[in-house]
């Protein structure tokens, strides 16, 4: 009986020296962890490795687990590599193509010979020799463009087999609000611990670095793309339909979110069959159509209920203890915009936790729970850090700042600051309740012989054990 396997290969460290095994050919396998191979950057040798470990059926006969998973993660690296000649090749092609010489771009794309702009067919030439669409060949166009000449890390990170194009995409096109300069400085910030994320924590990342380049241009994007929204419905191949929306603004496409997870919530409470994610569909639909898919309530004689009886409503949320400053939030409609107030904390650096979105909250029986999180500079206007929603990203400090400001007049606002010191660690966190009704100080009065507190309370809790 083989022993039980206490991890999969692919969940261990590929850095690590593993014990060199001779394989069936007499050979020391270079593809375990931390081997020759495994270690190596791409190009024409790692890629004649990986093809012969595979073989000639592609079996991969006599490789172990760490072995295979040390091929794998070659092939990944000498796709990446393959990517990086490619997108090469494209560049060379827009340099042969060149479009108006005085578009923008600057000295430094005409000085290196790649023009800003290239000839009008130059898209339809590359669609039809790789057999694509042209918008697909206008994206890799760009992408060319932007490695050759705007960002030379993420150029090299994929020539290095660091990321594979999607994540090279993601990084492009997150950085073109910004000039050269700042597209430089951007994934300056970003790429050092680039390595083995996912798309969509560099998507975070990036997005981050962005609001910290240059706020403002950030900023003026999202403005510019929430005048252009629109809602697209196409058959899927499957004979479904999809139905979704484009450039909405943030706050509101959070709150409507939370909407959703809210009836879906309700609809699983009175009983309807499905999944989460097709109670989220139901939901969806239920809320676009104006009508609810609750299976009615039976009274004590038996009969039906009105199917227009209110449902329950989603529980609220725990602040979360987490590293970072996280709070939340819960407001059941749209509270009048307010001016946040907070304190500066004594020392360290620190951030308020806040938030439900503006926009048209969410109907009766619905509640509406969003963990924002606000450096105490932003909110208090003296900074233009970015914040963060849970579950969406990064935000500019305006959007930050306003979904704060609707925030401050609602009583059910739960609002988290987290005194962190110079290095980020957290080392004291509190949280305010909403102040009692004058019924519920009443009756804690009569329970306590010193009367009740004023105010919201604040809990103190022990600053988290610093790292390491």
Known sequence: MP???FADAGFLPRDVPSVPRIGPNGRISGFASGGVYDTELPGPALAGSVDSAAGTSRDYHGLDDDELIGVLVGWQKTEAWAAAGKLSAVAELIRRRPGDPHGPGGEAAKTAGIPAEWGKFCADELAVALSSSRYAAGRMQGLAYDLAMRLPRTARALHEGVID???AQIIAEATRVLDDAGAA???ALALPNVAGKNPGQIRAAIGR???KVDPGAARERRKQAEKDPRVELWREDAGTAALCGFHLPPDEALAADQMIASHAEALKAAGLDGTMDQLRARAYLDILLGRDSRPAPETRDGAAGSADSPGPQAAGQDCQGDVGDVGDVGPSRQ???GQPTARKPSAGQSTAATGPPAGTGPPAGVTAQINLTIPLMTLLGLAEH???????????????REMASSAVANPSTKWCLTVTDQRGHPVAHGCGR???DADENRAAAR???GGAPHGPAVTRNQPPSPPG
Do not use: M, N, S, Y
């Open 447 to 449: 329970g306590h012989p």
């Open 434 to 436: 909403p102040r009692r």
């Open 335 to 337: 509270p009048p915009a």
């Open 386 to 400: 970015p914040g963060e929603a849970d579950g969406f990203g990064p935000l500019d400090a305006d959007l930050a």
């Open 209 to 211: 670095a962005v609001l």
């Open 165 to 167: 194009a999607f994540k």
């Open 3 to 5: 022993a039980a396997e």
């Open 185 to 187: 400085a951007a994934e």
